[in-house]
Structures are given as structure tokens and as C-alpha cells.
């Protein structure tokens, strides 16, 4: 039976789009990812290909000119694989395993720049630890780099669901709360990397609500974001008052020219 819980969906700028779902098996126990492209060109859908028999958690871009990129957790490995589809050859990659997304990982993020180029950024778990990790596909060579930290490993962990955004030029901005155990707050934070960046900078603290009993993570819920082509980006984030008596929905906006918010 079809699991609505797993749909992707996305589009180009001339109206072709991708589906990307889960199937849940109960007679095997595979839960299979399948893949269908729609030409606009023809109005109909292509034949779906299935990426994966034990995927979940998937994530899928597209860009403007219709490269896209899917990512998905493997229930076998615990590993993330990726997938790629390529306009101009209308192909995709043969799905694969993200070389340095191991161990207990969840939750990819996948984004697209205008030339096709991709990343990934993810929760990786380590015992009691976590962090959030990424990594950056060049299309024009069709490799990967080696992860990069998001965050440090610790127990006042990275919380997710991330989210994450692109502009043309291939920046990428990623937007996480914090949860802070021992203190009992929770914290909004974004940073933005720059293609060719070894490292992500110092991430931006955009909100900070203290004061929950019990270290609640109501304070900040879940931040939606979306970045500009430019590189400008808006955070839209409610905020849940002690005991959940009020929610005020606030926002930030950054500027692509200075990066400050």
C-alpha cells in the first residue's frame, strides 16, 4: 500500500516535475522508493524507477532547467544513498552510497544550484551524541567531498527537522534549533556556506527561549525557510509561550550581500 507519509515532490521552471514516494510492503517487509518524472512537453508520466527496497526519510530537489537529486536513509545500513538526474542526458545516476554519511544517520536535506550541483545535510548519531553533518555533490564530476561538521558532536543536541535552502550561485543556508538539556532552552540558529568552503562558518543564533520545566522543546517549533536566487533568505519560526497559552509566529530576513540577518 502507498505510505503518504514519504511523498516528495518537485518541479522546473518548464512545468516537468519528479515524484519521489515510499511503498509499503507487508508480505516481503520491503518498504521500496520509486521515482517517476512527469514530462510537461508530452502531459504524462514516466515509468517509475524504483532507487531502493528499504529507503526512508527521502528528501528531493530540483532545479530551474530540471536536474534533480534525491536522498534517502537505508534502513539495512543506516547510511544515506543519493540518486541524480541529469536534463540534458534525461538519465539518473545509479543510486548510491553517500561515502562519508555512516554510522546511525537520519533526516537528509537535500538542495540544488542552478548548475545541478547538490548537498546533503544530515543528523548523524554517535552513541548518546549528535551532530549535523553535510556533504556536496559537483555534477561536473559526479563526486562528492568529504562531510563537513554543521554542528559539534554533543549530547545538547542538534534537533531536527533542519531546513535548508540554495540560491543560484550554490549557497546554501541551514536553519536548526538547539536544544539545550542542562539549561533548558532552545535555540533558532542558521549558517550559510560557500562553494569551495572547507568548513561551515559560525553558525547565526536568531532566537533563544529559556525557562520550559523539564527542558519541553516547545519553545521554537519547527523554522520553515526559503532563499532567494540572489542569496537573500527568510526563517519564519512560531515561538510556544510556557504551557502553550500563546504562539506568536516570528521572522527574520537575511541580506546575501553582508549574510547578516
Do not use: M
Not at 521552471?13 to 514516494?21: I, K, Y
Not at 544513498?81 to 538519465?91: E, N
Amino acid at each position: 500500500a502507498f505510505d503518504p507519509l514519504e511523498l516528495c515532490f518537485a518541479g522546473d521552471d518548464a512545468g516537468n516535475a519528479f515524484a519521489l514516494w515510499r511503498e509499503r510492503q507487508t508480505t516481503s517487509g520491503a518498504q521500496p522508493l520509486w521515482i517517476a518524472r512527469f514530462n510537461a512537453a508530452t502531459d504524462s508520466w514516466g515509468a517509475a524507477v524504483d532507487v531502493s527496497q528499504r529507503g526512508r526519510a527521502a528528501s528531493l530537489d530540483v532545479n530551474a532547467r530540471g536536474d534533480a537529486t534525491a536522498a534517502w536513509v537505508d534502513d539495512a545500513t543506516s547510511g544515506i544513498y543519493t540518486t541524480s538526474y541529469r536534463a540534458a542526458t534525461d538519465s539518473w545516476t545509479p543510486p548510491a552510497a553517500l561515502p562519508s554519511a555512516t554510522g546511525l544517520t537520519s533526516a537528509p536535506a537535500v538542495v540544488v544550484d542552478a548548475l545541478g550541483n547538490a548537498t546533503v545535510i544530515w543528523r548523524s548519531n554517535v552513541n548518546t551524541l549528535t551532530q549535523l553533518r553535510s556533504a556536496h555533490y559537483t555534477s561536473a564530476t559526479g563526486t562528492w567531498t568529504a562531510a563537513l561538521d554543521l554542528t559539534p558532536l554533543e549530547e545538547q543536541r542538534s534537533y531536527v527537522p533542519h531546513k535548508a535552502g540554495i540560491d543560484a550561485s550554490g549557497r546554501v543556508t541551514v536553519a536548526w534549533t538547539r536544544w539545550d538539556l542542562g539549561a533548558r532552552t532552545i535555540a533558532l540558529y542558521t549558517a550559510r556556506w560557500s562553494p569551495g568552503a572547507t568548513a561551515w562558518p559560525a553558525p547565526t543564533k536568531l532566537a533563544e527561549v529559556a525557562g520550559f520545566p523539564n527542558g519541553s522543546p516547545d519553545g521554537i517549533r519547527t523554522p520553515t525557510l526559503a532563499v532567494g536566487a540572489t542569496g537573500d533568505a527568510l526563517a519564519v519560526w512560531p515561538e510556544v509561550s510556557a504551557g502553550g497559552a500563546t504562539t506568536t509566529v516570528k521572522w527574520a530576513v537575511q541580506t546575501a550581500a553582508t549574510g547578516a540577518w
